[in-house]
């Protein structure tokens, strides 16, 4: 049990992470009436999305940290980043899209971390479930 939990904590993260970005924001700018009401309601789903993958960056290293003394350093480094990315997008990219500051620029830039978040949730979950076979 307390060996798969850390493959737990990322698949939970990396559906999050899927879910939000592939399927729910797109939904919303789909079916709402207006595009701000739209990227309101999006921008407190991703200050959401940003506590869900701080806490399951945190779980995830404390569970690993319990598993080994050692924690594989890849594993470690790429949940670390997607931490880091996320708290960038929330405290330097979303103020200053919902203050729409060079909106393309910063949702741009936006789209970017996001992408690189998943992606280093992405390799996080596909090493670890790698280290088990």
Do not use: D
């Amino acid at each position: 049990m307390r060996e798969r939990l850390p493959i737990f904590i990322l698949a939970l993260w990396w559906g999050s992470l899927c879910a939000l970005g592939l399927w729910i924001v797109p939904l919303l700018f789909k079916h709402l009436p207006a595009a701000s009401l739209a990227g309101s309601l999006a921008a407190r789903l991703f200050t959401a999305q940003t506590w869900v993958g701080l806490l399951c960056g945190v779980l995830l290293l404390l569970s690993l940290r319990k598993l080994s003394p050692t924690p594989e350093p890849v594993v470690t480094g790429l949940v670390l980043a997607a931490m880091i990315l996320a708290l960038m997008s929330e405290v330097v990219v979303a103020p200053r899209i919902l203050a729409r500051e060079n909106l393309a620029f910063w949702h741009g830039l936006g789209s970017a971390i996001y992408l690189a978040q998943w992606g280093c949730v992405s390799l996080a979950f596909w090493r670890r479930i790698g280290l088990k076979n």
